[in-house]
């Protein structure tokens, strides 16, 4: 069985992250928005970040030059339709998503398939309002939760791929969890859930029931997710008001944890409770800045972070951590990186960074962005 992921705003991290956590699943085809593998039976997209929307592949069709579907290239998922409502009473509701979104293409699949059940005797409405993709909420209630069949038609270099859509990612979740948090601040604490999630995942990969560590838990974003996965969770971070929001973060989704304060710099007393598998942080950006740093005050940041994280990573008793580096960005693009001052160091004391494509978490808006690396000592 083929399996179609629709990746969310930063689809490097998202094939990041299922890799790790599919070890054996094979990539069959990858587009900027989507990619579809063999071997992934189930998913659960609860627990995996970076995937918005999956589906079962029911058929293919040669790209051909014109850009747009045509009606005879769609006549499968006509057919799948058709055979999907043949046995059901009463007016049937279908709905497309196509990407890269092209509104010829789903104005034809809208208007043929309607045609086409009408043909077969099959009284049919469509979900997509106005023309457009349907969104995920429309999806889930007005089609899904009705009982009715969501067709994504995904457009790659040599083929159109044609799946029904299985899962819609639970978007409510992840929206409470990021604005409803019990416990905020403005400056800590912005790491969405998704993202948690998905640096969670390239740390954890396929194990379950680990001790995760945040060794700059802030006010526990990382702490709660790790939490919700099912692992139990240490976190530290040197303001104590930070150890107290993470603990009352955790209480509030009623999870458990053991956080204290301490700082990075020092080597952690390592009692019973203290134990970890893998380090799962955000880590520390440097201050936070509204613009780029000047070129010596950079290279002062940079200098100051290139400490921390040697000191750190010299008394770390793990193999495996999963930590973000600052990014400045300049009009949206990603310029100044201080991994390029940090990662030699770790290098000379045994760190190996293990992702082959850089993963880089920013918005164009933004200008410290994040660089996620995921490190093993050899
Ligand atoms: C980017 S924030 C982490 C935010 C966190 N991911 C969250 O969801 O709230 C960085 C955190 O590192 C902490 N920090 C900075 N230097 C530290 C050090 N030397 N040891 C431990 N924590 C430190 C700060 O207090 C801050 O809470």
Redesign the pocket.
């Known amino acids: 069985m083929q399996t179609l992921l629709i990746l969310g705003r930063n689809p490097t991290i998202s094939i990041a992250e299922v890799r790790a956590v599919y070890p054996r699943a094979k990539i069959c085809a990858r587009e900027k928005k989507f990619a579809i593998f063999e071997g992934i039976e189930t998913i659960d997209l609860k627990k995996i970040g970076g995937v918005i929307k999956t589906g079962e592949v029911f058929a293919r069709e040669l790209v051909y030059r014109e850009d747009n579907l045509k009606d005879k290239d769609a006549q499968k998922i006509y057919d799948f339709l058709a055979e999907e409502f043949s046995q059901k009473e009463g007016k049937q509701i279908f709905g497309f998503s196509v990407y890269p979104f092209d509104s010829k293409t789903l104005k034809t699949l809208l208007i043929g398939a309607k045609k086409f059940l009408q043909k077969k005797g099959i009284s049919s409405r469509f979900a997509n309002k106005n023309f457009t993709n349907l969104t995920n909420p429309q999806s889930e209630f007005e089609v899904l939760k009705k009982g009715g069949v969501e067709i994504l038609a995904v457009r790659g270099s040599g083929n159109w791929f044609f799946a029904r859509l299985k899962q819609n990612q639970p978007f409510d979740d992840y929206k409470k969890r990021d604005y409803e948090k019990a416990f905020r601040d403005a400056r800590?604490?912005m790491?969405p859930p998704k993202l948690a999630q998905m640096m969670l995942n390239l740390g954890i990969a396929d194990k379950k029931d680990l001790r995760i560590y945040?060794?700059?838990?802030?006010?526990?974003?990382?702490l709660v997710e790790a939490a919700l996965l099912g692992h139990r969770v240490i976190g530290?971070?040197?303001?104590s008001r930070?150890v107290e929001f993470s603990q009352k973060n955790l209480a509030a989704m009623n999870l458990s944890g053991e956080v204290f304060v301490?700082?990075?710099?020092e080597k952690l007393n390592e009692s019973d409770y203290r134990k970890y598998d893998v380090v799962v942080s955000?880590?520390?950006?440097g201050p936070p800045r509204r613009t780029v740093p000047e070129e010596n005050i950079r290279a002062k940041i940079f200098a100051e972070l290139q400490q921390?994280y040697s000191k750190f990573f010299a008394w770390l008793d793990c193999r495996r951590v999963v930590i973000c580096f600052p990014i400045y960005l300049e009009a949206g693009i990603p310029k100044y990186f201080a991994s390029r001052e940090i990662l030699p160091i770790l290098k000379e004391m045994g760190w190996e960074m293990k992702n082959t494509e850089k993963l880089i978490y920013s918005r164009p808006d933004q200008t410290v962005g994040r660089e996620i690396v995921v490190l093993e000592r050899q």
């Open positions: 800590v604490g790491l945040d060794s700059f838990c802030g006010v526990g974003g990382i530290s971070d040197l303001d930070m301490h700082d990075a710099k955000e880590g520390y950006l921390l």
